[in-house]
């Protein structure tokens, strides 16, 4: 029943910002603790960021610390992730996942999937 939509995915140049955001429909999104994980080709699926449930805590992992920041606005039912300092690295389809416990940030512990949004880093 609940659904995750990313969008703001594209093409940006090595260096540059990009905001991805996540809306989310069938439940409001202030039951879910909210993160962003990214997968690039032939490799796993990784986390990147989660914010709890009321936006009191943020986590974030450590090769995006200080580039990234995870939001939430929840009268809008919105995630948003806004990339600074974009690497080629960076370069994944970023999914948004919802968690209605809030204690676990890693794949297996999310509840639902968005479909992803690709962002592209030239180098």
């Known amino acids: 029943q609940v659904q995750l939509v990313e969008s703001g995915g594209g093409l940006v140049q090595a260096g540059g910002s990009l905001s991805v955001s996540c809306a989310v429909s069938?439940?409001?999104?202030?039951?879910?603790?909210m993160s962003w994980f990214r997968q690039a080709p032939e490799k796993g699926r990784e986390f990147v960021a989660g914010?709890?449930?009321?936006?009191?805590?943020?986590y974030y992992a450590d090769f995006v610390k200080g580039r990234f920041t995870i939001s939430r606005d929840d009268a809008k039912n919105t995630v948003y992730l806004q990339m600074n300092s974009l690497k080629p690295e960076d370069t994944a389809v970023y999914y948004c996942?919802?968690?209605?416990?809030?204690?676990?940030?890693?794949?297996?512990?999310?509840?639902?999937w968005g479909k992803g949004t690709l962002v592209t880093v030239s180098s």
């Open positions: 069938g439940r409001t999104a202030s039951a879910y603790a």
């Open positions: 996942a919802a968690d209605a416990l809030g204690t676990r940030w890693y794949p297996g512990g999310m509840d639902y």
């Open positions: 914010i709890s449930q009321g936006g009191g805590s943020s």
